[in-house]
């Protein structure tokens, strides 16, 4: 079996990805800038430094990418506040992998207030440890926050699963050299060796979880 499950939180594990829909298009519309689909795919897995760059590109530089960052984590703090909305499965999901012993962990591309913000909603909180984009000096889409997670849990990384959605995020995760199953809402992804994709967590028993850990650990073995 994995040593490890690692989770991505927004639009993996609650289904945020409409808040922050709404309240990037709201912001952007008050500055007269009218926000598509096609920004908001652009903006898809963050991290934020990346959005806000790319809202300020929008804005012709003004107002500036860090001003914009402070606003979005104002609004979605509010948002996020009031109430979160889990993905279809995930809650159940995380009870089957305490029910099995292993470690968890969320590893988010979000500051960290907005995921402790997300955590104080939690009735049980199955995670041993989170990582936020501002815990260690690189976020996605590079690799050392599922690396870092992986490290405080005692895993090995090449022997844990990773659950993503966004191609910032699986890119984050692919690299990390970790087993990857994507749950994509928004774009396509084609299946690897080590790369499974599904529909939701809703779609996962634990046999798929035993028969995903035999062909990593017989993938492992071709690339020893």
């Known amino acids: 079996m994995f040593e490890a499950v690692l989770f991505d939180m927004d639009g993996l594990f609650i289904d945020s990805e409409p808040d922050w829909h709404e309240a990037e298009a709201a912001m952007m519309k008050s500055y007269g800038y009218p926000w598509q689909d096609s920004d908001q795919l652009q903006c898809l897995g963050g991290p934020l430094s990346r959005v806000s760059e790319y809202m300020s590109k929008c804005l012709q530089g003004t107002p500036s990418a860090a001003l914009l960052a402070e606003q979005i984590i104002a609004e979605m703090d509010i948002r996020l506040k009031s109430r979160i909305s889990y993905m279809p499965g995930a809650i159940e999901f995380s009870q089957k992998i305490l029910d099995l012993g292993l470690p968890q962990a969320m590893v988010s591309a979000s500051p960290r207030s907005l995921v402790d913000r997300v955590l104080s909603h939690f009735k049980n909180n ?10 260690i000096p690189r976020t996605k889409p590079f690799p050392d926050p599922y690396l870092h997670a992986a490290k405080v849990l005692g895993a090995d990384i090449s022997k844990s699963i990773i ?13 990390s050299g970790a087993f990857v199953v994507a749950i994509p809402k928004f774009f396509s992804i084609a299946e690897e060796p080590r790369l499974k994709v599904i529909k939701s967590f809703v779609d996962i028993e634990i046999t798929d979880l035993e028969l995903w850990s035999e062909a990593n650990h017989y993938e492992l073995d071709k690339l020893s």
């Open 126 to 135: 199955h995670f041993q440890t989170t990582v936020a984009s501002g815990d």
């Open 163 to 175: 659950f993503e959605d966004s191609p910032t995020g699986l890119k984050a995760a692919k690299e």
